[in-house]
């Protein structure tokens, strides 16, 4: 049990529409990281938000957008659904101590939502 | 850029057969390498942290290693229930996890 929690556990939508995915972190990690995880393949990082902001994206388009809340949860907006974005998507939580202190940094991630684009 | 590969892909023992995985990586300034499991359908499940070169770390029948350009995951002794896939992922300086594919594990009974 990793303290980590994602809803929906699935999710059907088409072409075009607009998705929000939710995560809820353990409480006290101030680092939230979203993935996306196709069939057969590792997860690809999206990007991570720290205290609030984002601190670093992957190479995905800007129709991949986050919010992370004072509450340790977090969302993942996909706008213009194209069939690709179907796929697992993974959040994951940490603690972040500052750069001199990176040593306690394992992420623990959610279960995941499963999304379908047809 | 910071890459991780994982072999073999798949991998299919027999209950008892003892063996390892490996990953291999490049990243500028290793901060973590990380050993995940994941099931079918269900996210990661984290099992080991390695920091530097010449680590071990023990947890059951898994054990990791770490050297400055890889490590392995050595498996002793497989029950049915450790098939899964493994996946290794290392942090570098830059603020993002980067995953290797994985290795799918089936052990028959």
């Known amino acids: 049990e990793t303290g980590v929690t994602q809803s929906p556990t699935h999710l059907i939508k088409t072409r075009g529409q607009q998705v929000t995915l939710r995560c809820s972190s353990q409480s006290g990690h101030n680092t939230v990281s979203w993935y996306q995880q196709a069939l057969g393949q590792g997860p690809q990082f999206i990007f991570q938000y720290y205290r609030e902001e984002e601190n670093g994206r992957g190479n995905f388009p800007p129709r991949f957008s986050g919010l992370q809340f004072p509450n340790y949860s977090s969302e993942l907006n996909v706008n213009a659904l194209e069939l690709d974005d179907s796929a697992l998507y993974l959040c994951?939580?940490?603690?972040?101590?500052?750069?001199?202190?990176?040593?306690?940094?394992?992420?623990?991630f959610g279960p995941g939502t499963r999304l379908l684009v047809l | 850029e910071d890459q991780v590969t994982q072999s073999p892909e798949a991998l299919r023992l027999q209950e008892g057969e003892s063996s390892s995985l490996n990953c291999s990586y490049t990243v500028s300034g290793l901060r973590g390498l990380f050993w995940y499991r994941q099931d079918p359908g269900k996210g990661p499940e984290f099992l080991f942290t390695?920091?530097?070169a010449g680590e071990e770390k023990e947890k059951e029948r898994l054990k990791a290693t770490l050297t400055k350009k890889e490590s392995f995951l050595h498996i002793t002794a497989p029950k049915p229930e450790d098939s899964a896939t493994y996946l290794c992922?290392?942090?570098?300086?830059?603020?993002?996890?980067?995953f290797g594919p994985g290795t799918r594990l089936s052990v028959l009974p």
């Open positions: 994951a939580s940490r603690t972040r101590g500052g750069e001199g202190w990176g040593f306690q940094e394992t992420q623990y």
């Open positions: 992922a290392v942090r570098g300086y830059g603020q993002n996890f980067v």
């Open positions: 390695l920091y530097s």
